[in-house]
């Protein structure tokens, strides 16, 4: 912002920053002047002057202080210019040898299928490890609620039985998809297109299939641990509701009976199944 007597070049407003160095200098003239108590005898064109030269003198160090406040923000400008470079320089240097190592990763063909230019895996070998790795899982989950943990033979058949179903289910949405594929799109769009679309089929089928998997084992916990802990206080209540009928009728034989001169249907609570 540049001003000329006070007066803004930008806008013709009056310098609000030089009414402040006014209203600063004014402040001090005035605290420079009540000082002069401890210079008595002096005449009025004596103590002025002294006044000046103390203003003066204020004005010479505030000039100074800038000045040094000035010199010292230009230094921790180009300490921080400095530091900003240096850090760009390494994080280019960073960028080149990461973009180097990624081009040698890159140039790895895969270890599974041999395909070029995979870095060591790629993406269909990628997705058919997954798929295997889910469909294990979800083989696993079923026998959980299906099959005894510690027969063995048990397991492996009803982990058989869920790779067919899970392979059945692959092999009907792979059907779906070239139905509504046109297979001229798919193979114009690479050689290893048809290759990579039936890998991520079958990932994305037997990731939703594992998901159910997952979740059916756990309400069939559910159901266990809370079969498991209503049972005893279910007994328990049942027995309890009948010893008390018991006594009831026996303190009074006509418990149960109604107003009408009837008798009461006493029910029986039910707790739990």
Do not use: K
């Not at 803004?8 to 420079?32: E, F, K, Q």
């Not at 895969?110 to 993406?123: H, I, Q, T, V």
């Not at 009948?242 to 009408?260: C, F, K, M, N």
């Amino acid at each position: 912002m540049r001003c000329d007597d006070g007066v803004r070049l930008d806008t013709g407003a009056d310098c609000d920053n030089c009414a402040n160095i006014l209203h600063s200098r004014r402040a001090w003239r005035v605290r420079i002047a009540a000082e002069d108590q401890g210079l008595p005898g002096l005449e009025t064109d004596a103590r002025y002057r002294e006044i000046e030269a103390r203003m003066r003198r204020h004005a010479q160090a505030e000039a100074t202080d800038f000045v040094a406040r000035q010199a010292e923000a230009q230094q921790r400008a180009e300490q921080r210019a400095a530091a900003r470079a240096a850090g760009e320089a390494q994080a280019a240097i960073e960028g080149e040898r990461a973009a180097a190592e990624a081009a040698v990763r890159q140039a790895v063909a895969c270890e599974d299928c041999g395909r070029e230019r995979s870095a060591g895996l790629c993406e269909a070998c990628d997705h058919r490890r997954q798929t295997e790795a889910l469909i294990g899982e979800s083989g696993l989950l079923a026998a959980t609620w299906s099959a005894d943990p510690t027969d063995q033979v048990a397991v492996a058949a009803v982990a058989a039985e869920v790779r067919t179903a899970i392979e059945d289910a692959i092999a009907a949405s792979w059907a779906q998809f070239q139905q509504i594929t046109d297979p001229a799109a798919l193979e114009a769009a690479g050689p290893d297109a048809v290759e990579d679309a039936t890998a991520h089929n079958a990932f994305l089928t037997a990731e939703s299939a594992a998901a159910e998997y997952r979740h059916e084992a756990l309400v069939m916990l559910g159901r266990s641990e809370d079969a498991q802990a209503e049972a005893p206080a279910s007994t328990r209540a049942r027995r309890a509701l009948a010893a008390h009928q018991e006594a009831a009728v026996l303190r009074d034989p006509g418990w149960g009976a109604s107003d009408t001169g009837g008798v009461r249907p006493r029910r029986r609570l039910r707790y739990g199944p």
